[in-house]
């Protein structure tokens, strides 16, 4: 029998080639997920790990899934504001559980990259395009852009985009639609499922399906008048049913226990300078790290960087493809995304121009928790499809008897996707878990109402010990941490990084940054002191690897006396003074 490239053939192997690129992009951290981390790290990956482990506990122990205690102990964290993918952590559990967190948060990056290329292929090859390579390369560039590869060191919840083509394409077919009140009902479960694992994302989508369909509508304003009737009916139904389904979380989230009402201003600030669009990602073959120092706000969102070559193609196929209904709507969306992206103040180069419009939109409901950077990723997605159809195009004219045109495409090809062809994310290594934790010698210690008190105190800047908490599935409860809360604690204030200010927290934190001891007098340690009793300490654990762990070790013996080594650190136990009444 001969064998045959059938499309169900073809189609697994452009999926298998989305699989292998994705791991190639992860190999290095699949050397060791626990001792290794992009390079360009921030805390991110310990808050994911955190959040991983606490699916767990949602799981195994029916924990309530939108707010916790197990960490900023005792105000806790409002997880619904805080993004904790409950909809792809819950589904790791067993992963989690056999392999631990830091295998389940590389499994996601990898998982969320080829399959956010497998699912724009799947619709775009199904829907949009009849050439299986058009499909193919509108996919790719979905997946392995320079942003999603820059928020693969970070945000597996970013790079989880699955769900949305099949949200966009169902919005596009209730414009049409003989069944809305059906096609309502699907929409309003896959909107469910994207809101768990990415609210922003999933706004992103609305705002993108809005002014994509208003700009077809100014173009062809006859189709209004058969489209509305479904699309009302449609959303009308969608909106009932998710409604529903999410009136509760969100309630938590904006109502509930430490909800906070917009974003920090360092984030809200966060916009694309011009020269990004033209230059490679970091992550790239032809990137540069230090020439995109200044062009992002950080390298987990380089969230435009498409390079000359590529910047040009689309600009030159939206030219070609002018006479397209589809191609201008393309167009407007994108550009007025990009334009957004800029951020209140336009640059270039990191030299401030004017004001951007974004400063008249950033003060509204919902996009006042809007990082507008992020904008770009909507601009990737429009490229992509404009990559797709360009491709279909070029194949079919070469099909005609231009055979020279399919030569052309793949050079253009080429020469536009090399230069932001994906690499490997660079890694660091970081400290293990203490075997005092791993070995569970902390468990004679603390109570169930009670913390462990890791030094440095859990912060922004220091999150190890939120995989030490993960690393147990937060069997253990910790002060501080990683997260957005409101300023001070107090419920419906603007959100911040971090819990209450904590005066033992910013002390130690110092000392470990400058390797200073200081010199503590009765009133401050009398104030330190009733900070351990607010969070119920058990015990205060310094890792022996700790980075200046000898003036940190000084500095917790002014405050609560000497301490003793066990296994792989320092412990002291202080449950009898923070057990006296304040």
Request: charged share 15%; aromatic share 10%; proline share 7%.
């Given at each position: 029998?001969?064998?045959?490239?059938?499309?169900?053939?073809?189609?697994?192997?452009?999926?298998?080639?989305?699989?292998?690129?994705?791991?190639?992009?992860?190999?290095?951290?699949?050397?060791?997920?626990?001792?290794?981390?992009?390079?360009?790290?921030?805390?991110?990956?310990?808050?994911?790990?955190?959040?991983?482990?606490?699916?767990?506990?949602?799981?195994?122990?029916?924990?309530?899934?939108?707010?916790?205690?197990?960490?900023?102990?005792?105000?806790?964290?409002?997880?619904?504001?805080?993004?904790?993918?409950?909809?792809?952590?819950?589904?790791?559990?067993?992963?989690?559980?056999?392999?631990?967190?830091?295998?389940?948060?590389?499994?996601?990056?990898?998982?969320?990259?080829?399959?956010?290329?497998?699912?724009?292929?799947?619709?775009?090859?199904?829907?949009?395009?009849?050439?299986?390579?058009?499909?193919?390369?509108?996919?790719?560039?979905?997946?392995?852009?320079?942003?999603?590869?820059?928020?693969?060191?970070?945000?597996?919840?970013?790079?989880?985009?699955?769900?949305?083509?099949?949200?966009?394409?169902?919005?596009?077919?209730?414009?049409?639609?003989?069944?809305?009140?059906?096609?309502?009902?699907?929409?309003?479960?896959?909107?469910?499922?994207?809101?768990?694992?990415?609210?922003?994302?999933?706004?992103?989508?609305?705002?993108?399906?809005?002014?994509?369909?208003?700009?077809?509508?100014?173009?062809?304003?006859?189709?209004?008048?058969?489209?509305?009737?479904?699309?009302?009916?449609?959303?009308?139904?969608?909106?009932?049913?998710?409604?529903?389904?999410?009136?509760?979380?969100?309630?938590?989230?904006?109502?509930?226990?430490?909800?906070?009402?917009?974003?920090?201003?360092?984030?809200?600030?966060?916009?694309?300078?011009?020269?990004?669009?033209?230059?490679?990602?970091?992550?790239?073959?032809?990137?540069?790290?230090?020439?995109?120092?200044?062009?992002?706000?950080?390298?987990?969102?380089?969230?435009?960087?498409?390079?000359?070559?590529?910047?040009?193609?689309?600009?030159?196929?939206?030219?070609?493809?002018?006479?397209?209904?589809?191609?201008?709507?393309?167009?407007?969306?994108?550009?007025?995304?990009?334009?957004?992206?800029?951020?209140?103040?336009?640059?270039?180069?990191?030299?401030?121009?004017?004001?951007?419009?974004?400063?008249?939109?950033?003060?509204?409901?919902?996009?006042?928790?809007?990082?507008?950077?992020?904008?770009?990723?909507?601009?990737?997605?429009?490229?992509?499809?404009?990559?797709?159809?360009?491709?279909?195009?070029?194949?079919?004219?070469?099909?005609?008897?231009?055979?020279?045109?399919?030569?052309?495409?793949?050079?253009?090809?080429?020469?536009?996707?090399?230069?932001?062809?994906?690499?490997?994310?660079?890694?660091?290594?970081?400290?293990?878990?203490?075997?005092?934790?791993?070995?569970?010698?902390?468990?004679?210690?603390?109570?169930?109402?009670?913390?462990?008190?890791?030094?440095?105190?859990?912060?922004?800047?220091?999150?190890?010990?939120?995989?030490?908490?993960?690393?147990?599935?937060?069997?253990?409860?910790?002060?501080?941490?990683?997260?957005?809360?409101?300023?001070?604690?107090?419920?419906?204030?603007?959100?911040?990084?971090g819990g209450r200010p904590s005066g033992i927290g910013g002390l130690l934190e110092d000392v470990a940054t400058t390797g200073r001891t200081p010199k503590l007098d009765e009133r401050q340690r009398r104030r330190f002191l009733d900070e351990l009793r607010h969070w119920r300490a058990a015990i205060v654990v310094l890792p022996l690897r700790q980075q200046n762990a000898e003036p940190l070790r000084r500095t917790v013996e002014q405050l609560v006396g000497p301490g003793r080594q066990e296994l792989d650190v320092w412990v002291w136990d202080v449950r009898t003074l923070t057990n006296q009444s304040a």
């Amino acid at each position: 029998m001969r064998w045959r490239w059938t499309p169900r053939r073809q189609d697994l192997a452009v999926y298998g080639v989305f699989l292998l690129a994705a791991l190639w992009v992860t190999s290095r951290i699949w050397a060791d997920p626990a001792g290794r981390v992009a390079s360009l790290y921030s805390g991110d990956p310990a808050q994911v790990q955190f959040f991983l482990a606490h699916s767990v506990r949602v799981v195994l122990h029916g924990e309530f899934p939108f707010y916790t205690e197990q960490f900023n102990y005792p105000d806790g964290v409002n997880l619904m504001a805080n993004t904790a993918i409950l909809a792809l952590g819950i589904p790791m559990v067993p992963v989690t559980l056999l392999f631990g967190p830091a295998v389940s948060f590389v499994t996601l990056v990898a998982l969320g990259l080829a399959g956010t290329a497998a699912a724009w292929y799947h619709v775009l090859s199904r829907h949009v395009v009849r050439v299986r390579l058009a499909a193919a390369v509108g996919g790719w560039f979905c997946g392995f852009s320079p942003a999603m590869l820059s928020h693969a060191n970070w945000h597996p919840n970013i790079i989880s985009q699955f769900l949305l083509p099949f949200i966009v394409w169902r919005v596009l077919v209730l414009t049409r639609s003989s069944r809305p009140v059906r096609d309502g009902v699907l929409l309003a479960l896959l909107v469910t499922v994207q809101a768990f694992i990415n609210e922003e994302i999933l706004l992103f989508s609305a705002l993108a399906c809005g002014v994509f369909l208003l700009a077809v509508l100014a173009q062809r304003r006859r189709l209004w008048s058969a489209a509305w009737r479904p699309l009302g009916a449609g959303l009308a139904v969608c909106a009932l049913l998710a409604g529903a389904l999410l009136a509760y979380p969100l309630f938590i989230q904006f109502a509930g226990p430490m909800a906070y009402h917009g974003l920090s201003d360092a984030v809200r600030d966060y916009g694309n300078d011009i020269a990004a669009f033209f230059a490679p990602g970091s992550p790239t073959l032809g990137g540069n790290e230090r020439a995109n120092a200044n062009l992002a706000p950080n390298y987990s969102e380089e969230n435009a960087f498409f390079g000359w070559s590529l910047s040009l193609l689309a600009v030159g196929i939206v030219v070609w493809l002018r006479r397209e209904v589809v191609v201008r709507a393309l167009a407007v969306t994108g550009v007025f995304f990009a334009v957004l992206s800029l951020g209140e103040r336009v640059s270039w180069w990191d030299r401030d121009l004017f004001t951007g419009p974004w400063d008249l939109l950033v003060r509204l409901p919902l996009l006042d928790a809007v990082v507008p950077t992020r904008f770009g990723l909507i601009t990737t997605v429009v490229i992509s499809v404009l990559l797709a159809l360009a491709v279909e195009r070029t194949w079919t004219l070469g099909a005609a008897g231009q055979p020279s045109m399919r030569t052309l495409t793949v050079a253009g090809l080429v020469l536009a996707l090399l230069p932001i062809a994906p690499l490997p994310l660079k890694v660091t290594t970081r400290p293990a878990v203490p075997a005092f934790i791993t070995a569970d010698r902390w468990r004679s210690y603390v109570g169930p109402d009670q913390t462990l008190v890791p030094v440095p105190v859990p912060s922004m800047a220091n999150t190890h010990a939120m995989r030490w908490a993960a690393a147990t599935n937060l069997d253990f409860k910790i002060p501080g941490g990683y997260f957005l809360a409101p300023r001070n604690g107090v419920t419906g204030d603007p959100g911040r990084f971090g819990g209450r200010p904590s005066g033992i927290g910013g002390l130690l934190e110092d000392v470990a940054t400058t390797g200073r001891t200081p010199k503590l007098d009765e009133r401050q340690r009398r104030r330190f002191l009733d900070e351990l009793r607010h969070w119920r300490a058990a015990i205060v654990v310094l890792p022996l690897r700790q980075q200046n762990a000898e003036p940190l070790r000084r500095t917790v013996e002014q405050l609560v006396g000497p301490g003793r080594q066990e296994l792989d650190v320092w412990v002291w136990d202080v449950r009898t003074l923070t057990n006296q009444s304040a």
